[in-house]
């Protein structure tokens, strides 16, 4: 599962979002390893595998936005993925992926904006407002993809393992700024199938008065005994 979200709200954002999804998704498809069993030499690689992936996508975008006569593109760009009971996320921007096991929610991803509280390195590019009528730093992206600079964009990559009855859930910030943890917590602990509880957290964050594109993908792993 994977959702990217244009920085600024243009026509350049979207082209940016979905060229860097594209682009994704053939990566994935043509020069992906499936691995069945998945250890920590396997789980390193896939790991490395996913940040050549993501350095690619990324070089991508700043090409086409170099291209572009509306200028740079930059996108979010966060991904859940993994086989049997490993599973990995990798991410950039301030779009977010939860993990609700036992009636807990955990965040997975940690947002890569000024506010975001991050342990990490001072990011190389300006810092970019991805909503101009934004006033908190919620909404300053430290970290995109396209972002120009040496170094290009910091990258999180993680491994865990699921277990039995997990729900995941990969989203925009169009849901987040508008709709809280715990209400996010409570759909996701109801026993609809995944695909009416994206319907209902978009309800949910258009209701409450997001103008911002809100994208939700959830889904509900079983594992057997």
Not at 47 to 54: G, K
Not at 162 to 169: A, C, Q, R
Request: aromatic letters at 6%; charged letters at 25%.
């Amino acid at each position: 599962m994977f959702v990217a979200d244009g920085v600024r709200g243009t026509a350049a954002s979207e082209s940016a979002s979905r060229l860097a999804l594209v682009s994704l998704l053939q990566l994935f498809l043509h020069f992906g390893k499936w691995n069945v069993r998945i250890d920590d030499k396997v789980a390193q690689e896939i790991m490395d595998r996913a940040e050549r992936f993501y350095r690619h996508v990324d070089g991508t975008v700043v090409y086409q936005g170099l291209q572009s006569p509306e200028g740079g593109m930059q996108t979010t760009l966060t991904a859940v993925f993994g086989a049997g009971r490993d599973l990995f996320f990798a991410h950039v921007g301030h779009s977010r992926a939860y993990l609700f096991r036992a009636g807990e929610l955990l965040r997975l991803t940690t947002d890569h904006t000024v506010g975001g509280q991050r342990k990490t390195r001072v990011p190389a590019a300006p810092l970019v407002d991805v909503n101009v009528a934004a006033r908190d730093v919620r909404h300053i992206l430290t970290e995109t993809i396209g972002m120009r600079g040496p170094a290009g964009p910091m990258i999180d990559i993680e491994h865990f393992k699921i277990d039995n009855d997990d729900v995941v859930l990969v989203c925009t910030n169009g849901l987040t700024d508008m709709v809280s943890e715990d209400v996010i917590a409570a759909v996701l602990a109801s026993k609809m199938p995944p695909e009416l509880q994206c319907k209902t957290l978009v309800e949910a964050a258009m209701e409450a008065g997001g103008d911002d594109d809100a994208t939700v993908l959830v889904a509900h792993y079983h594992i057997p005994d």
